[in-house]
């Protein structure tokens, strides 16, 4: 119960501001009161004690579960098998992002509209579903760097800045309905599922590599996984044209 009550209060901090801004614009800017303020009000409350369950819920059960996992691959020295794991949680936790399902059926509304693929429901279906996919694949690829990174101890920042520059050459080569896709897909790929786990990858997988630090070689997974996305939408693009 404590803990639920500490983190219901952290929940009500993160959100004061954003109340604080909103409540200031409506009615000192804007000068006109808050349209059905009970509705909202309950909405409020709402994602509050949603906020409240979901980070207790990431600190009880998903950030020990992915440090656990992690470490117990990395002490039986199992090289294989550790990157089918960060594999597999890569693409799994991305495809079920809920995030990446409306992006990707909303490229694929915009595409219909355009009359690049088929205005049917089956013809957006397959554009959305290669999307998810392909998005998916390349978190999947990433999640596999980054741990191959925390193990062979490369440093990030030149992956990082080699990574943006192939976005960069990348974007002169795709087709420009496919640009905008690609670099929103960085985005929605780190969300409220990816982010805990491959966090708790990263951080449980150098704790227990010996000469690893934590802070320094455990993080850096979830920039992968906004990096490749990117890359990998565009050649998709390239490849449907």
């Known amino acids: 119960m404590q803990a639920f009550i500490r983190s219901f209060i952290g929940s ?3 959100l004061v501001p954003i109340i604080l801004v909103v ?11 808050l349209p059905n303020f009970i509705t909202i009000f309950s909405g409020l409350f709402l994602v509050l004690l949603g906020l409240t369950l979901f980070v207790l819920g990431l600190n009880m059960g998903l950030f020990p579960i992915g440090e656990s996992m992690a470490q117990t691959f990395a002490r039986k020295g199992s090289l294989f ?4 794991f960060a594999f597999a949680l890569g693409f799994g ?3 079920a992002e809920p995030a990446l399902t409306a992006v990707a059926w909303e490229a694929a509304e915009v595409a219909a509209e355009e009359g690049q693929i088929a205005a049917s429901e089956e013809g957006m279906e397959k ?4 999307l998810r996919i392909t998005i998916a694949l390349s978190v999947g690829c990433a999640i596999l760097l980054g741990v191959i990174r925390i193990i062979k101890g490369w440093p990030i920042h030149m992956m990082i800045i080699g990574g943006y520059s192939l976005v960069v050459i990348m974007t002169f080569f795709a087709p420009a309905s496919i640009i905008g896709i690609a670099y929103d897909s960085g985005g929605v790929t780190t969300s409220t599922i990816t982010v805990p786990l491959v966090t708790a990858l990263g951080v449980g997988l150098a704790s227990a590599i010996k000469g690893r630090n934590p802070l320094l070689d455990g993080f850096g997974l979830i ?3 906004s990096l ?3 890359v990998f939408v565009m050649v998709y693009g390239i490849w449907l044209t």
């Open 12 to 14: 009500i901090r993160d």
């Open 23 to 33: 409540a200031f614009f409506q009615l000192v800017i804007l000068q006109q009161p």
């Open 81 to 84: 098998w550790l990157l089918l």
């Open 93 to 95: 936790t991305t495809i």
């Open 127 to 130: 554009y959305a579903m290669g």
């Open 223 to 225: 920039a992968f996984a």
């Open 228 to 230: 490749l996305p990117m």
